[in-house]
Protein backbone atom coordinates (compact mmCIF):
# COMPACT_ATOMS: atom_id res chain seq x y z
CA UNK A 1 0.00 0.00 0.00
CA UNK A 2 1.43 3.44 -0.09
CA UNK A 3 3.70 4.90 2.37
CA UNK A 4 3.89 9.11 2.82
CA UNK A 5 6.85 10.36 4.81
CA UNK A 6 5.99 14.29 6.17
CA UNK A 7 9.08 16.38 7.46
CA UNK A 8 10.21 18.15 9.52
CA UNK A 9 7.77 17.30 12.38
CA UNK A 10 7.86 20.59 13.63
CA UNK A 11 9.06 24.05 12.10
CA UNK A 12 9.10 27.27 13.36
CA UNK A 13 9.93 30.26 11.76
CA UNK A 14 9.70 34.03 12.30
CA UNK A 15 7.09 36.05 11.19
CA UNK A 16 7.56 36.75 7.18
CA UNK A 17 9.96 33.96 7.01
CA UNK A 18 8.70 31.15 4.23
CA UNK A 19 7.96 27.71 5.27
CA UNK A 20 8.13 24.58 3.53
CA UNK A 21 6.74 21.25 4.59
CA UNK A 22 7.81 17.99 2.11
CA UNK A 23 6.12 15.14 1.66
CA UNK A 24 7.37 11.88 -0.57
CA UNK A 25 5.34 8.47 -1.03
CA UNK A 26 5.75 5.34 -2.70
CA UNK A 27 2.87 4.50 -5.13
CA UNK A 28 3.97 5.84 -8.25
CA UNK A 29 0.10 5.15 -8.92
CA UNK A 30 -1.26 8.04 -6.55
CA UNK A 31 -2.45 10.86 -8.29
CA UNK A 32 -4.15 13.04 -5.91
CA UNK A 33 -2.05 15.34 -3.34
CA UNK A 34 -4.38 17.63 -0.62
CA UNK A 35 -2.83 19.46 1.91
CA UNK A 36 -5.20 20.02 5.29
CA UNK A 37 -4.45 22.97 8.00
CA UNK A 38 -5.81 22.03 11.52
CA UNK A 39 -5.58 25.01 13.85
CA UNK A 40 -5.39 24.07 17.76
CA UNK A 41 -8.91 22.58 18.39
CA UNK A 42 -10.31 22.50 15.73
CA UNK A 43 -10.73 20.54 12.27
CA UNK A 44 -8.56 19.91 9.56
CA UNK A 45 -9.46 22.08 7.02
CA UNK A 46 -8.56 21.58 2.74
CA UNK A 47 -6.12 24.68 1.92
CA UNK A 48 -4.38 23.40 -1.39
CA UNK A 49 -4.54 20.28 -3.82
CA UNK A 50 -2.78 18.99 -6.42
CA UNK A 51 -3.36 16.45 -9.21
CA UNK A 52 -0.66 14.67 -11.21
CA UNK A 53 -1.29 16.03 -14.38
CA UNK A 54 0.06 19.49 -12.79
CA UNK A 55 3.36 20.58 -11.56
CA UNK A 56 2.46 23.43 -9.60
CA UNK A 57 -0.62 24.93 -8.04
CA UNK A 58 -0.60 28.51 -6.04
CA UNK A 59 -3.16 30.27 -4.43
CA UNK A 60 -2.40 33.54 -3.00
CA UNK A 61 0.91 32.90 -0.43
CA UNK A 62 0.39 28.81 -0.64
CA UNK A 63 1.79 27.09 -3.33
CA UNK A 64 2.16 23.49 -3.57
CA UNK A 65 4.52 21.64 -6.01
CA UNK A 66 5.08 17.86 -7.24
CA UNK A 67 7.92 15.82 -8.73
CA UNK A 68 6.58 12.83 -9.99
CA UNK A 69 9.96 11.15 -10.61
CA UNK A 70 11.02 11.67 -7.33
CA UNK A 71 8.11 11.07 -5.56
CA UNK A 72 7.51 13.90 -3.55
CA UNK A 73 5.39 17.26 -2.91
CA UNK A 74 5.71 20.24 -1.06
CA UNK A 75 3.77 23.18 0.54
CA UNK A 76 5.85 26.69 0.46
CA UNK A 77 3.99 29.47 2.52
CA UNK A 78 5.40 32.49 1.92
CA UNK A 79 5.24 35.77 4.37
CA UNK A 80 3.81 33.81 7.15
CA UNK A 81 1.77 35.49 9.51
CA UNK A 82 0.99 34.09 13.44
CA UNK A 83 -2.10 32.62 11.68
CA UNK A 84 -0.52 30.79 10.11
CA UNK A 85 0.68 28.54 13.28
CA UNK A 86 -1.09 24.95 12.83
CA UNK A 87 -0.63 21.33 12.28
CA UNK A 88 -0.32 20.77 8.33
CA UNK A 89 -1.14 17.23 7.31
CA UNK A 90 -0.24 15.78 3.35
CA UNK A 91 -2.28 13.27 2.08
CA UNK A 92 -2.07 10.99 -1.34
CA UNK A 93 -4.09 8.80 -3.11
CA UNK A 94 -5.53 7.28 -6.28
CA UNK A 95 -8.07 9.13 -7.66
CA UNK A 96 -10.99 7.20 -9.23
CA UNK A 97 -10.54 3.69 -6.99
CA UNK A 98 -12.05 3.46 -3.91
CA UNK A 99 -10.60 6.77 -2.24
CA UNK A 100 -8.63 5.74 0.84
CA UNK A 101 -5.86 8.66 0.91
CA UNK A 102 -2.33 7.72 2.98
CA UNK A 103 -2.16 10.85 5.46
CA UNK A 104 1.25 12.01 6.48
CA UNK A 105 2.15 12.21 9.87
CA UNK A 106 2.12 15.89 10.44
CA UNK A 107 3.76 19.25 10.74
CA UNK A 108 3.26 21.95 13.56
CA UNK A 109 4.28 25.21 12.24
CA UNK A 110 4.72 27.36 14.55
CA UNK A 111 5.03 31.37 13.86
CA UNK A 112 6.66 33.82 15.78
CA UNK A 113 5.85 37.18 16.06
CA UNK B 1 -24.77 24.42 3.21
CA UNK B 2 -24.27 23.34 6.44
CA UNK B 3 -21.62 20.58 5.45
CA UNK B 4 -20.65 17.80 7.65
CA UNK B 5 -22.55 18.04 11.17
CA UNK B 6 -21.59 15.74 13.91
CA UNK B 7 -23.46 15.20 17.17
CA UNK B 8 -22.44 15.54 20.04
CA UNK B 9 -19.54 17.85 20.47
CA UNK B 10 -18.59 16.57 24.21
CA UNK B 11 -19.23 13.26 25.79
CA UNK B 12 -18.12 11.60 28.71
CA UNK B 13 -18.58 7.52 29.39
CA UNK B 14 -18.04 5.19 31.53
CA UNK B 15 -16.48 1.83 30.83
CA UNK B 16 -19.02 -0.14 29.48
CA UNK B 17 -21.15 1.95 28.44
CA UNK B 18 -22.37 2.44 24.64
CA UNK B 19 -22.95 5.43 22.06
CA UNK B 20 -23.78 6.63 19.13
CA UNK B 21 -21.82 9.51 17.40
CA UNK B 22 -24.23 10.85 14.35
CA UNK B 23 -22.69 12.35 11.27
CA UNK B 24 -24.81 14.29 8.62
CA UNK B 25 -23.69 15.62 4.91
CA UNK B 26 -25.90 18.05 2.61
CA UNK B 27 -23.49 18.09 0.16
CA UNK B 28 -24.41 14.75 -1.35
CA UNK B 29 -21.35 13.17 -1.29
CA UNK B 30 -20.60 9.58 -2.05
CA UNK B 31 -17.92 8.84 0.36
CA UNK B 32 -17.85 9.15 4.06
CA UNK B 33 -15.21 8.62 6.91
CA UNK B 34 -14.92 7.96 10.55
CA UNK B 35 -11.38 9.08 11.76
CA UNK B 36 -9.62 8.91 15.45
CA UNK B 37 -6.99 11.68 16.15
CA UNK B 38 -5.46 11.10 19.40
CA UNK B 39 -3.67 14.15 21.37
CA UNK B 40 -0.52 15.09 18.84
CA UNK B 41 -1.14 12.47 16.49
CA UNK B 42 -2.29 11.91 12.97
CA UNK B 43 -5.37 10.78 11.59
CA UNK B 44 -6.07 6.88 12.19
CA UNK B 45 -9.35 5.79 10.11
CA UNK B 46 -11.99 3.65 11.37
CA UNK B 47 -14.12 2.71 9.17
CA UNK B 48 -15.21 4.26 5.78
CA UNK B 49 -18.27 4.04 2.76
CA UNK B 50 -18.20 4.65 -0.36
CA UNK B 51 -22.10 4.53 -1.04
CA UNK B 52 -24.84 4.20 0.94
CA UNK B 53 -25.52 0.44 1.50
CA UNK B 54 -21.66 -0.48 1.99
CA UNK B 55 -19.18 -0.36 4.36
CA UNK B 56 -15.62 -0.86 5.17
CA UNK B 57 -13.11 -1.39 7.80
CA UNK B 58 -10.19 1.08 8.58
CA UNK B 59 -6.88 0.64 10.17
CA UNK B 60 -8.50 0.39 13.54
CA UNK B 61 -11.89 -0.74 13.55
CA UNK B 62 -12.21 -2.90 16.81
CA UNK B 63 -14.66 -1.51 18.98
CA UNK B 64 -16.82 0.12 16.64
CA UNK B 65 -19.72 -0.47 14.16
CA UNK B 66 -20.82 1.50 11.25
CA UNK B 67 -23.92 1.33 9.29
CA UNK B 68 -24.89 3.51 6.36
CA UNK B 69 -28.40 3.33 5.21
CA UNK B 70 -28.80 6.71 3.48
CA UNK B 71 -26.56 8.79 1.53
CA UNK B 72 -26.46 11.60 4.41
CA UNK B 73 -26.23 9.55 7.03
CA UNK B 74 -23.13 7.60 8.94
CA UNK B 75 -23.36 7.20 12.16
CA UNK B 76 -20.85 5.40 14.23
CA UNK B 77 -21.18 3.10 17.42
CA UNK B 78 -18.98 2.09 20.63
CA UNK B 79 -20.10 -0.93 21.82
CA UNK B 80 -18.56 -1.86 25.98
CA UNK B 81 -16.31 1.89 25.61
CA UNK B 82 -12.33 1.51 27.04
CA UNK B 83 -10.32 3.83 28.18
CA UNK B 84 -8.15 3.35 25.03
CA UNK B 85 -11.43 4.99 22.79
CA UNK B 86 -10.66 8.31 24.23
CA UNK B 87 -9.84 10.48 21.61
CA UNK B 88 -11.65 12.94 18.72
CA UNK B 89 -13.41 11.61 16.39
CA UNK B 90 -14.21 13.38 13.07
CA UNK B 91 -16.25 12.21 10.43
CA UNK B 92 -15.69 13.40 6.78
CA UNK B 93 -17.20 13.05 3.35
CA UNK B 94 -15.55 13.43 0.09
CA UNK B 95 -16.85 13.01 -3.63
CA UNK B 96 -15.98 11.95 -7.12
CA UNK B 97 -16.85 14.06 -10.36
CA UNK B 98 -15.82 13.36 -13.77
CA UNK B 99 -13.44 10.45 -12.39
CA UNK B 100 -11.50 12.98 -10.52
CA UNK B 101 -11.92 12.73 -6.87
CA UNK B 102 -11.63 15.59 -4.16
CA UNK B 103 -10.54 16.59 -0.71
CA UNK B 104 -12.64 15.82 2.33
CA UNK B 105 -15.11 18.48 4.15
CA UNK B 106 -14.50 17.05 8.04
CA UNK B 107 -17.33 17.77 10.60
CA UNK B 108 -15.51 19.90 13.51
CA UNK B 109 -15.32 16.77 15.45
CA UNK B 110 -16.25 14.63 19.16
CA UNK B 111 -14.28 14.93 22.17
CA UNK B 112 -14.92 11.28 24.03
CA UNK B 113 -13.42 11.06 27.37
CA UNK B 114 -13.64 7.20 28.60
CA UNK B 115 -13.70 6.80 32.66
Known amino acids: GENVEQHPSTLSVQEGDSAVIKCTYS??????FPWYKQELGKRPQLIID?????GEKKDQRIAVTLNKTAKHFSLHITETQPEDSAVYFC????????????FGRGTSLIVHP | NAGVTQTPKFRILKIGQSMTLQCTQD?????MYWYRQDPGMGLKLIYY???????DKGEVPNGYNVSRSTTEDFPLRLELAAPSQTSVYFC??????????????FGSGTRLTVV
Open chain 2, 92 to 105: ASSHNAGGEDYGYT
Open chain 1, 27 to 32: DSASNY
Open chain 1, 50 to 54: IRSNV
Open chain 1, 91 to 102: AASLSGGSYIPT
Open chain 2, 27 to 31: MNHNY
Open chain 2, 49 to 55: SVGAGIT
